[in-house]
Protein backbone atom coordinates (compact mmCIF):
# COMPACT_ATOMS: atom_id res chain seq x y z
CA UNK A 1 0.00 0.00 0.00
CA UNK A 2 2.60 2.53 0.31
CA UNK A 3 3.43 2.14 -3.37
CA UNK A 4 6.14 5.11 -4.77
CA UNK A 5 3.14 6.97 -6.53
CA UNK A 6 1.30 7.22 -3.00
CA UNK A 7 3.90 7.57 -0.65
CA UNK A 8 4.90 10.67 -3.28
CA UNK A 9 1.40 11.73 -4.60
CA UNK A 10 1.60 11.24 -8.18
CA UNK A 11 6.02 12.16 -7.75
CA UNK A 12 8.59 10.54 -9.43
CA UNK A 13 10.88 8.57 -6.83
CA UNK A 14 13.97 9.93 -8.24
CA UNK A 15 12.45 13.55 -7.66
CA UNK A 16 12.45 13.02 -3.65
CA UNK A 17 14.68 15.32 -1.86
CA UNK A 18 15.67 15.95 1.67
CA UNK A 19 13.86 19.24 1.37
CA UNK A 20 10.85 17.50 0.62
CA UNK A 21 11.16 14.47 2.90
CA UNK A 22 11.45 17.13 6.04
CA UNK A 23 8.59 19.33 4.74
CA UNK A 24 6.18 16.66 3.88
CA UNK A 25 7.41 14.28 6.69
CA UNK A 26 8.20 16.59 9.98
CA UNK A 27 4.88 16.03 11.50
CA UNK A 28 5.62 12.49 11.76
CA UNK A 29 9.28 12.76 12.88
CA UNK A 30 8.15 15.29 15.74
CA UNK A 31 5.94 12.53 16.85
CA UNK A 32 8.27 9.59 16.35
CA UNK A 33 10.58 12.12 18.27
CA UNK A 34 8.03 13.35 21.46
CA UNK A 35 7.36 9.36 21.84
CA UNK A 36 10.62 8.58 22.74
CA UNK A 37 10.94 11.36 25.50
CA UNK A 38 7.96 10.65 26.92
CA UNK A 39 8.97 6.89 27.10
CA UNK A 40 12.45 8.20 28.61
CA UNK A 41 10.11 10.13 30.75
CA UNK A 42 7.46 7.67 32.05
CA UNK A 43 8.99 4.94 34.36
CA UNK A 44 6.40 2.64 35.91
CA UNK A 45 6.68 0.38 38.44
CA UNK A 46 7.82 -3.35 37.48
CA UNK A 47 4.93 -5.66 36.59
CA UNK A 48 3.32 -6.42 39.78
CA UNK A 49 5.36 -4.23 42.14
CA UNK A 50 2.94 -1.53 44.12
CA UNK A 51 3.99 1.75 43.02
CA UNK A 52 3.41 3.26 45.98
CA UNK A 53 5.52 0.68 48.05
CA UNK A 54 7.04 2.40 51.00
CA UNK A 55 10.69 3.63 50.14
CA UNK A 56 13.50 4.61 51.85
CA UNK A 57 14.57 8.75 52.88
CA UNK A 58 17.61 9.96 51.84
CA UNK A 59 18.69 9.83 55.54
CA UNK A 60 17.13 9.05 59.16
CA UNK A 61 13.52 11.01 59.30
CA UNK A 62 11.87 12.14 62.11
CA UNK A 63 8.79 12.80 60.64
CA UNK A 64 7.11 9.72 59.00
CA UNK A 65 3.82 11.48 58.12
CA UNK A 66 2.40 14.73 58.01
CA UNK A 67 -1.26 16.50 58.59
CA UNK A 68 -1.28 20.20 56.92
CA UNK A 69 -3.75 22.07 57.76
CA UNK A 70 -4.28 24.93 55.14
CA UNK A 71 -5.91 27.90 56.18
CA UNK A 72 -6.75 29.45 52.92
CA UNK A 73 -7.64 33.00 51.93
CA UNK A 74 -4.77 34.37 54.75
CA UNK A 75 -5.30 34.72 57.77
CA UNK A 76 -4.12 37.68 60.20
CA UNK A 77 -1.03 37.37 61.63
CA UNK A 78 -1.37 40.86 62.95
CA UNK A 79 -4.46 39.44 65.28
CA UNK A 80 -3.53 36.18 66.09
CA UNK A 81 0.14 35.41 65.86
CA UNK A 82 2.28 38.82 66.02
CA UNK A 83 1.60 41.02 68.47
CA UNK A 84 2.43 44.92 67.45
CA UNK A 85 1.59 47.55 70.14
CA UNK A 86 3.41 50.04 68.18
CA UNK A 87 0.65 49.52 65.62
CA UNK A 88 -2.48 50.56 67.86
CA UNK A 89 -0.78 53.97 68.57
CA UNK A 90 -0.87 54.56 64.82
CA UNK A 91 -4.32 53.29 64.11
CA UNK A 92 -5.97 55.89 61.64
CA UNK A 93 -2.97 57.39 61.11
CA UNK A 94 -1.08 57.09 57.14
CA UNK A 95 2.54 54.87 57.62
CA UNK A 96 5.20 56.55 58.01
CA UNK A 97 7.07 57.33 54.66
CA UNK A 98 9.72 54.83 54.69
CA UNK A 99 7.70 51.68 55.57
CA UNK A 100 6.00 51.34 52.04
CA UNK A 101 8.77 53.46 50.04
CA UNK A 102 8.98 51.87 46.80
CA UNK A 103 6.82 48.99 47.97
CA UNK A 104 4.11 48.31 45.19
CA UNK A 105 1.39 45.97 44.99
CA UNK A 106 -2.02 45.68 42.87
CA UNK A 107 -4.58 46.75 45.77
CA UNK A 108 -2.80 48.83 48.32
CA UNK A 109 -3.38 52.57 47.82
CA UNK A 110 -0.61 54.52 49.34
CA UNK A 111 -3.12 56.86 51.23
CA UNK A 112 -4.37 53.62 53.28
CA UNK A 113 -4.24 54.47 57.05
CA UNK A 114 -2.77 52.07 59.62
CA UNK A 115 -5.66 49.53 61.41
CA UNK A 116 -4.56 48.74 65.45
CA UNK A 117 -4.63 45.08 65.98
CA UNK A 118 -8.48 44.22 67.33
CA UNK A 119 -7.69 41.05 69.88
CA UNK A 120 -5.64 41.10 72.86
CA UNK A 121 -2.62 38.98 73.32
CA UNK A 122 -1.18 37.12 75.91
CA UNK A 123 1.59 34.99 76.81
CA UNK A 124 0.82 31.19 77.80
CA UNK A 125 2.92 28.12 78.89
CA UNK A 126 6.75 28.08 79.84
CA UNK A 127 7.90 28.87 76.15
CA UNK A 128 5.90 32.52 77.28
CA UNK A 129 4.16 31.72 73.45
CA UNK A 130 2.29 35.21 72.58
CA UNK A 131 -0.57 34.23 71.18
CA UNK A 132 -4.40 35.91 70.50
CA UNK A 133 -7.37 35.95 72.78
CA UNK A 134 -8.73 34.37 69.65
CA UNK A 135 -6.72 30.75 70.01
CA UNK A 136 -7.54 29.72 73.61
CA UNK A 137 -7.27 26.17 72.85
CA UNK A 138 -4.30 26.84 70.80
CA UNK A 139 -2.60 28.39 74.04
CA UNK A 140 -3.43 25.25 76.14
CA UNK A 141 -0.70 23.28 73.53
CA UNK A 142 1.67 26.48 73.05
CA UNK A 143 4.51 24.45 74.59
CA UNK A 144 4.09 21.82 71.95
CA UNK A 145 4.13 24.06 68.70
CA UNK A 146 6.57 26.12 67.36
CA UNK A 147 5.57 29.68 65.71
CA UNK A 148 7.40 30.71 62.81
CA UNK A 149 6.37 34.92 62.44
CA UNK A 150 8.95 35.91 59.19
CA UNK A 151 7.47 33.73 56.74
CA UNK A 152 7.31 35.45 52.92
CA UNK A 153 6.30 34.63 49.45
CA UNK A 154 6.66 35.62 46.18
CA UNK A 155 3.00 36.13 45.58
CA UNK A 156 0.23 37.93 46.52
CA UNK A 157 -2.80 37.03 44.83
CA UNK A 158 -4.80 34.03 46.27
CA UNK A 159 -4.70 31.53 43.51
CA UNK A 160 -0.80 31.52 42.81
CA UNK A 161 0.11 32.23 46.18
CA UNK A 162 -2.11 28.81 47.36
CA UNK A 163 -0.48 27.11 44.28
CA UNK A 164 3.29 28.55 45.31
CA UNK A 165 2.66 27.66 48.53
CA UNK A 166 1.10 24.32 48.24
CA UNK A 167 3.88 23.53 44.94
CA UNK A 168 6.89 25.79 45.27
CA UNK A 169 5.85 27.65 41.81
CA UNK A 170 3.09 30.27 40.85
CA UNK A 171 2.56 28.42 37.92
CA UNK A 172 0.26 25.37 37.48
CA UNK A 173 1.43 22.27 36.75
CA UNK A 174 3.94 21.81 39.29
CA UNK A 175 3.84 18.90 41.72
CA UNK A 176 2.19 19.58 45.12
CA UNK A 177 4.34 19.05 48.24
CA UNK A 178 1.93 15.89 49.26
CA UNK A 179 2.82 14.14 45.89
CA UNK A 180 6.47 14.96 46.20
CA UNK A 181 6.11 13.62 49.84
CA UNK A 182 4.55 10.40 48.36
CA UNK A 183 7.17 10.24 45.55
CA UNK A 184 9.96 9.85 47.50
CA UNK A 185 8.74 7.64 50.61
CA UNK A 186 5.53 5.83 49.32
CA UNK A 187 2.99 5.00 51.71
CA UNK A 188 2.42 2.36 54.68
CA UNK A 189 -1.43 1.95 53.78
CA UNK A 190 -2.63 -0.56 51.17
CA UNK A 191 -6.08 -0.12 51.62
CA UNK A 192 -6.57 3.75 51.72
CA UNK A 193 -4.54 6.36 49.13
CA UNK A 194 -1.05 7.46 50.29
CA UNK A 195 -2.41 11.73 50.25
CA UNK A 196 -6.07 12.37 50.75
CA UNK A 197 -7.38 16.02 51.27
CA UNK A 198 -9.98 17.65 52.54
CA UNK A 199 -11.93 20.68 51.99
CA UNK A 200 -13.88 22.58 54.95
CA UNK A 201 -14.26 25.63 54.42
CA UNK A 202 -17.08 28.21 52.86
CA UNK A 203 -15.83 27.67 49.48
CA UNK A 204 -13.39 25.52 47.48
CA UNK A 205 -9.58 26.96 47.20
CA UNK A 206 -8.84 29.71 44.71
CA UNK A 207 -5.77 27.52 42.92
CA UNK A 208 -7.87 24.24 43.12
CA UNK A 209 -7.08 20.86 42.49
CA UNK A 210 -3.54 22.32 41.88
CA UNK A 211 -3.34 22.35 45.47
CA UNK A 212 -2.95 18.89 46.01
CA UNK A 213 -1.71 18.07 41.78
CA UNK A 214 0.86 15.30 40.96
CA UNK A 215 2.13 17.69 38.21
CA UNK A 216 4.09 15.62 35.77
CA UNK A 217 4.80 12.83 38.39
CA UNK A 218 2.96 9.97 37.78
CA UNK A 219 -0.94 10.69 38.95
CA UNK A 220 -0.83 7.96 41.55
CA UNK A 221 1.12 10.65 43.58
CA UNK A 222 -2.05 13.23 43.56
CA UNK A 223 -4.23 13.97 46.36
CA UNK A 224 -7.66 11.88 46.69
CA UNK A 225 -10.44 14.36 47.81
CA UNK A 226 -12.43 12.45 50.60
CA UNK A 227 -16.14 13.56 51.80
CA UNK A 228 -16.21 14.32 55.97
CA UNK A 229 -19.47 11.46 56.18
CA UNK A 230 -20.85 9.04 54.32
CA UNK A 231 -18.50 7.48 51.19
CA UNK A 232 -15.28 9.38 51.48
CA UNK A 233 -15.12 9.47 47.47
CA UNK A 234 -18.29 9.44 45.19
CA UNK A 235 -19.25 5.62 44.26
CA UNK A 236 -17.54 3.60 46.14
CA UNK A 237 -20.61 1.45 46.95
CA UNK A 238 -21.26 -0.78 44.46
CA UNK A 239 -24.72 -0.43 42.47
CA UNK A 240 -27.57 -2.96 42.70
CA UNK A 241 -27.17 -6.01 40.74
CA UNK A 242 -23.82 -6.01 41.52
CA UNK A 243 -22.25 -8.78 44.36
CA UNK A 244 -18.67 -9.03 45.22
CA UNK A 245 -17.93 -11.68 42.97
CA UNK A 246 -18.75 -10.48 39.94
CA UNK A 247 -17.05 -7.07 40.89
CA UNK A 248 -13.78 -9.17 41.25
CA UNK A 249 -14.12 -11.02 38.29
CA UNK A 250 -14.48 -8.22 36.54
CA UNK A 251 -11.60 -5.87 38.40
CA UNK A 252 -9.39 -9.75 37.57
CA UNK A 253 -9.99 -9.47 34.07
CA UNK A 254 -9.34 -5.62 33.20
CA UNK A 255 -6.35 -5.98 35.81
CA UNK A 256 -5.06 -8.98 32.84
CA UNK A 257 -5.44 -6.60 30.34
CA UNK A 258 -3.94 -3.86 31.85
CA UNK A 259 -0.77 -5.70 32.67
CA UNK A 260 -0.61 -6.86 29.52
CA UNK A 261 -0.24 -3.12 27.97
CA UNK A 262 2.14 -1.93 30.89
CA UNK A 263 4.36 -4.94 30.11
CA UNK A 264 4.42 -3.59 26.14
CA UNK A 265 4.39 0.59 27.15
CA UNK A 266 5.76 1.00 30.64
CA UNK A 267 3.24 3.73 30.86
CA UNK A 268 3.05 4.37 34.89
CA UNK A 269 -0.25 5.71 34.15
CA UNK A 270 -1.24 2.13 33.30
CA UNK A 271 0.45 0.70 36.74
CA UNK A 272 -1.88 3.76 38.56
CA UNK A 273 -4.83 2.76 37.12
CA UNK A 274 -4.26 -0.51 38.43
CA UNK A 275 -3.46 0.48 41.78
CA UNK A 276 -6.61 3.08 41.31
CA UNK A 277 -9.31 -0.10 40.98
CA UNK A 278 -7.76 -2.09 43.21
CA UNK A 279 -7.59 0.53 46.16
CA UNK A 280 -11.11 1.44 45.76
CA UNK A 281 -12.08 -2.52 46.02
CA UNK A 282 -10.69 -2.51 49.27
CA UNK A 283 -11.32 0.63 50.11
CA UNK A 284 -15.02 -1.07 50.50
CA UNK A 285 -14.10 -2.51 53.21
CA UNK A 286 -11.91 -0.37 55.00
CA UNK A 287 -13.65 2.85 54.30
CA UNK A 288 -16.98 2.80 56.26
CA UNK A 289 -14.85 1.42 59.71
CA UNK A 290 -12.41 4.67 58.83
CA UNK A 291 -15.85 6.70 58.41
CA UNK A 292 -17.34 5.78 61.66
CA UNK A 293 -16.39 8.78 64.27
CA UNK A 294 -19.06 7.07 66.42
CA UNK A 295 -16.25 4.31 67.55
CA UNK A 296 -14.81 7.25 69.41
CA UNK A 297 -14.91 8.21 72.64
CA UNK A 298 -17.18 11.16 73.82
CA UNK A 299 -14.29 12.63 75.73
CA UNK A 300 -12.38 12.27 72.21
CA UNK A 301 -15.22 13.67 70.16
CA UNK A 302 -15.52 16.54 72.94
CA UNK A 303 -11.85 17.42 72.82
CA UNK A 304 -12.37 17.80 69.36
CA UNK A 305 -15.64 19.02 68.98
CA UNK A 306 -16.79 16.58 67.02
CA UNK A 307 -20.14 15.20 65.76
CA UNK A 308 -20.64 11.75 63.66
CA UNK A 309 -22.33 12.08 60.69
CA UNK A 310 -21.73 16.05 60.53
CA UNK A 311 -18.96 17.29 57.94
CA UNK A 312 -16.86 20.16 59.39
CA UNK A 313 -13.45 21.44 60.18
CA UNK A 314 -13.44 18.90 63.21
CA UNK A 315 -15.16 15.68 61.81
CA UNK A 316 -11.90 15.84 59.12
CA UNK A 317 -9.37 16.97 61.63
CA UNK A 318 -10.17 13.47 63.94
CA UNK A 319 -10.58 11.91 60.65
CA UNK A 320 -7.11 13.13 60.08
CA UNK A 321 -5.83 11.53 62.90
CA UNK A 322 -7.77 8.29 62.00
CA UNK A 323 -5.85 8.42 58.53
CA UNK A 324 -2.32 8.55 60.19
CA UNK A 325 -3.04 5.51 62.34
CA UNK A 326 -3.94 3.28 59.27
CA UNK A 327 -0.76 4.46 57.18
CA UNK A 328 -1.70 7.51 55.11
CA UNK A 329 1.42 9.41 54.49
CA UNK A 330 0.62 12.26 53.96
CA UNK A 331 -3.57 14.40 54.60
CA UNK A 332 -4.48 17.81 54.36
CA UNK A 333 -7.38 19.92 54.99
CA UNK A 334 -8.10 22.78 53.21
CA UNK A 335 -10.10 25.61 54.88
CA UNK A 336 -10.82 28.45 52.32
CA UNK A 337 -12.54 31.05 54.76
CA UNK A 338 -9.83 33.54 56.36
CA UNK A 339 -10.09 36.49 53.49
CA UNK A 340 -11.17 39.30 55.35
CA UNK A 341 -11.17 42.41 53.45
CA UNK A 342 -14.08 43.54 55.17
CA UNK A 343 -16.03 41.92 58.82
CA UNK A 344 -12.52 41.63 60.29
CA UNK A 345 -13.19 41.31 63.85
CA UNK A 346 -16.51 39.13 63.25
CA UNK A 347 -14.89 36.69 60.63
CA UNK A 348 -11.97 36.06 62.75
CA UNK A 349 -13.90 34.87 65.99
CA UNK A 350 -16.25 32.91 63.39
CA UNK A 351 -13.28 31.07 61.88
CA UNK A 352 -10.92 30.79 65.27
CA UNK A 353 -14.26 29.53 66.92
CA UNK A 354 -14.85 26.88 63.92
CA UNK A 355 -10.95 25.85 63.85
CA UNK A 356 -8.83 26.55 66.95
CA UNK A 357 -10.50 23.93 68.94
CA UNK A 358 -9.88 20.87 66.68
CA UNK A 359 -6.34 22.24 65.60
CA UNK A 360 -5.44 21.99 69.32
CA UNK A 361 -7.01 18.68 69.81
CA UNK A 362 -5.43 17.37 66.77
CA UNK A 363 -1.88 18.05 68.66
CA UNK A 364 -2.93 17.36 72.15
CA UNK A 365 -4.70 13.73 70.98
CA UNK A 366 -1.80 12.76 68.68
CA UNK A 367 0.55 13.35 71.52
CA UNK A 368 -1.44 11.03 73.83
CA UNK A 369 -1.59 8.33 71.49
CA UNK A 370 2.41 8.80 70.85
CA UNK A 371 1.97 9.69 67.43
CA UNK A 372 2.90 13.47 67.52
CA UNK A 373 6.74 12.45 67.48
CA UNK A 374 6.58 11.31 64.09
CA UNK A 375 4.15 13.27 62.75
CA UNK A 376 4.47 16.56 61.24
CA UNK A 377 1.35 19.21 61.98
CA UNK A 378 1.45 22.18 59.76
CA UNK A 379 -0.74 25.25 60.41
CA UNK A 380 -1.14 28.34 57.73
CA UNK A 381 -2.38 29.85 54.65
CA UNK A 382 -0.42 31.54 51.58
CA UNK A 383 0.10 34.72 53.30
CA UNK A 384 -0.50 37.15 56.01
CA UNK A 385 -2.60 40.82 56.02
CA UNK A 386 -2.04 44.51 55.88
CA UNK A 387 -1.28 46.86 58.46
CA UNK A 388 -3.30 49.37 57.04
CA UNK A 389 -7.11 49.14 56.64
CA UNK A 390 -9.42 48.00 53.97
CA UNK A 391 -13.36 47.85 53.82
CA UNK A 392 -13.91 51.10 55.90
CA UNK A 393 -12.13 50.69 59.73
CA UNK A 394 -12.90 46.31 59.56
CA UNK A 395 -11.09 45.04 57.20
CA UNK A 396 -6.76 43.91 55.73
CA UNK A 397 -5.38 43.37 52.31
CA UNK A 398 -3.27 40.64 50.76
CA UNK A 399 0.33 40.48 52.51
CA UNK A 400 3.01 38.27 51.29
CA UNK A 401 5.71 40.27 53.09
CA UNK A 402 5.75 38.52 56.31
CA UNK A 403 2.88 36.38 58.01
CA UNK A 404 3.07 33.80 61.00
CA UNK A 405 2.39 29.96 60.51
CA UNK A 406 2.37 27.08 63.20
CA UNK A 407 4.21 23.64 63.92
CA UNK A 408 4.11 20.76 65.95
CA UNK A 409 5.96 17.50 66.24
CA UNK A 410 7.89 15.58 63.15
CA UNK A 411 11.31 16.70 64.91
CA UNK A 412 10.24 20.65 64.77
CA UNK A 413 11.37 22.17 68.27
CA UNK A 414 8.65 22.63 70.65
CA UNK A 415 8.63 25.51 72.29
CA UNK A 416 9.95 28.13 69.48
CA UNK A 417 8.91 31.47 68.43
CA UNK A 418 11.39 32.14 65.38
CA UNK A 419 11.43 35.53 63.50
CA UNK A 420 10.64 39.05 63.87
CA UNK A 421 8.90 42.03 61.55
CA UNK A 422 9.18 45.39 62.08
CA UNK A 423 6.70 47.30 64.65
CA UNK A 424 4.14 47.30 62.38
CA UNK A 425 4.28 43.48 61.20
CA UNK A 426 4.86 44.94 57.64
CA UNK A 427 7.80 43.04 56.81
CA UNK A 428 9.55 40.00 57.82
CA UNK A 429 13.56 41.33 59.68
CA UNK A 430 15.22 38.35 61.50
CA UNK A 431 15.73 34.87 60.54
CA UNK A 432 13.30 35.44 58.09
CA UNK A 433 11.97 32.37 56.04
CA UNK A 434 11.36 32.04 52.40
CA UNK A 435 8.19 29.63 51.00
CA UNK A 436 11.26 27.89 49.63
CA UNK A 437 13.29 27.41 52.85
CA UNK A 438 10.20 26.10 54.37
CA UNK A 439 9.71 23.56 52.18
CA UNK A 440 13.24 22.63 52.58
CA UNK A 441 13.31 22.26 55.99
CA UNK A 442 9.41 20.48 56.11
CA UNK A 443 11.46 17.53 53.48
CA UNK A 444 14.42 17.64 55.87
CA UNK A 445 12.30 16.34 58.68
CA UNK A 446 10.90 13.74 56.59
CA UNK A 447 14.69 12.52 55.71
CA UNK A 448 14.46 13.94 52.08
CA UNK A 449 17.19 15.95 50.60
CA UNK A 450 15.37 18.55 48.81
CA UNK A 451 18.07 19.21 46.66
CA UNK A 452 17.81 15.27 45.57
CA UNK A 453 14.15 14.79 45.72
CA UNK A 454 14.03 15.18 41.84
CA UNK A 455 11.87 14.26 38.42
CA UNK A 456 13.09 14.32 35.00
CA UNK A 457 10.57 15.78 32.84
CA UNK A 458 11.21 18.12 29.49
CA UNK A 459 14.92 16.72 29.82
CA UNK A 460 15.26 18.69 33.37
CA UNK A 461 15.12 17.50 36.35
CA UNK A 462 12.97 19.30 38.95
CA UNK A 463 11.82 19.94 42.35
CA UNK A 464 9.86 21.56 45.00
CA UNK A 465 11.91 24.38 45.73
CA UNK A 466 13.26 24.57 42.27
CA UNK A 467 17.22 25.80 42.37
CA UNK A 468 16.56 27.59 45.84
CA UNK A 469 15.99 27.03 49.54
CA UNK A 470 18.33 26.28 52.53
CA UNK A 471 16.97 23.78 55.65
CA UNK A 472 16.37 26.28 58.44
CA UNK A 473 18.03 24.81 61.48
CA UNK A 474 16.58 26.26 64.11
CA UNK A 475 13.07 24.79 63.50
CA UNK A 476 14.99 21.39 64.13
CA UNK A 477 14.39 19.82 67.83
Known sequence: MNSPTHFNRGRDPREVTRRWFFEQCGVGLGAIALQQLLRQNAVAAPLGENPLAPKQPHFKAKAKRVIYLFMA??????????????????????????LIKDYRAAFISPN?????????????????????????????????????????????????????????SVQFGRPSFGAWTTYGLGSVSSDLPA???????????????SNWGNGFLPSI?????????????????????????????????????????????????????????????????SA?????????????????????GKANFASSCLLARRLVERGVRFVQIFHEAWDHHGGLVGGLKDQCGKTDKASAALVKDLKERGLLEDTLVIWGGEFGRTPMVQGGNDGRDHHPNCFSMWFAGGGVKPGLTLGGSDEFGFHATTDKVHVHDLHATL????????????????????????VHGHVVQKMLA
Open 112 to 168: STLLGPKFKFARHGQSGAELSELLPHLAGVADNIAVVKSIHSDAFNHAPAQIFMNTG
Open 288 to 308: PELMDLSKESKATLDMYGAEP
Open 195 to 209: YVVFSTGSKGTSGGA
Open 443 to 466: LHLLGLDHEKLTYRDQGRDFRLTD
Open 73 to 98: GGPSHLELFDNKPELAKWDGKLPPAE
Open 221 to 285: HQGTMFRSTGDPVLYLSNPKGVDAQMQRDSLDSIKRLNEKRLAVTGDPEIATRINSFEMAYRMQT
